[in-house]
């Protein structure tokens, strides 16, 4: 009852919209925090998991350079 009450009185004051827009906002920022937490927590959770792993991996004989020089037609 009271919350009908106070929905009334905001629609006819004006202030219902920024109400509204409030409380979207509140409610988009708090659903970003959640995912935002979830996904730290995941990542941390995936990095313990593997064990620590060398950044870059060097896997020996995979490049060859071969230099071009205009003229050399082989």
Aim: hydrophobic share 60%; aromatic share 8%.
């Amino acid at each position: 009852m009271w919350l009908i009450l106070i929905l009334l009185v905001l629609a006819i004051t004006g202030t219902l919209w920024a109400v509204l827009k409030v409380a979207v906002g509140v409610a988009v920022g708090l659903f970003l925090g959640f995912v935002l937490i979830a996904g730290l927590i995941a990542w941390r959770v995936r990095k313990a998991l593997r064990g620590p792993q060398e950044r870059w991996r060097r896997v020996p004989g995979s490049s060859r350079i071969e230099v071009l020089r205009p003229g050399d037609d082989q």
